[in-house]
Every structure is written in structure tokens, then in C-alpha cells.
């Protein structure tokens, strides 16, 4: 199993990113994937979900409506689309595969730095 993340950069406020993950070795379209992050001295915090059936999503208060998550079962990647980056944004961003049958399956990226400044 793998999940890597790419996109990571070095952004002004008010900027964009796009992240991406790509993920290996599970059967990508069965899992809800999210976005978690975790700044220096903070708890990772979940950021946006996007479920494996009917693709619902849901966000934390804090991106809603600045970031979007987006998947393509084809290629087996999720993506986060992040605009009107704030300097609080700064963290480094993790990609997560969940589901829950029998028992649960976790799965996690190495994650990539977002680092929003001026």
C-alpha cells in the first residue's frame, strides 16, 4: 500500500495550490479518502473527506469554501484543490485512506509542506 503526496509549495496569502495523492496497492474507488494536516506544535486536523460511494465531501469550517476535494477513481488519486490561502493554512497536509467492514483499514501518505507566507 502506498499513498504519495505531491504539490507541496511555498505559496503567498491569497494564492492557490493544488494537492494530489496517489495512491497503490488497495482498491482505491472502496475507500473514503482525506485530507488531514498538522501544523508545528498543533494536532492533525481532519480538512476535507470525500466518501468512496456517491463521492460526498465534507470540509472543516475553516477551508469551507476556499478548498475542494476531488477524486479520480480512474487514476486512483485524490486531490485538494486550496484557494485564498491564509498564513494559518501553513502545515504539512497528509492523505488518508479509510474504510470500515469486518474491521478497519487506515492507510497514510508521508504527507507534503504547504507553506503559506509573504
Known amino acids: 500500500v502506498q499513498l504519495v503526496e505531491t504539490g507541496g509549495d511555498l505559496v503567498q496569502p491569497g494564492g492557490s495550490l493544488r494537492l494530489s495523492c496517489a495512491a497503490s496497492g488497495f482498491t482505491f474507488s472502496r475507500y473514503d479518502m482525506n485530507w488531514y494536516r498538522q501544523a508545528p506544535g498543533k494536532e492533525r486536523e481532519l480538512v476535507a473527506t470525500i466518501q468512496s460511494a456517491g463521492g460526498s465531501t465534507r470540509y472543516a469550517d475553516s477551508v469551507k469554501g476556499r478548498f475542494t476535494i476531488s477524486r479520480d477513481n480512474a487514476k486512483n488519486t485524490v486531490y485538494l484543490q486550496m484557494n485564498s490561502l491564509k498564513f494559518e493554512d501553513t502545515a504539512k497536509y497528509y492523505c488518508?485512506?479509510?474504510?470500515?467492514?469486518?474491521?478497519?483499514?487506515?492507510?497514510w501518505g508521508q504527507g507534503t509542506q504547504v507553506t503559506v507566507s509573504s
Open positions: 488518508n485512506a479509510f474504510r470500515r467492514n469486518y474491521r478497519e483499514y487506515n492507510y
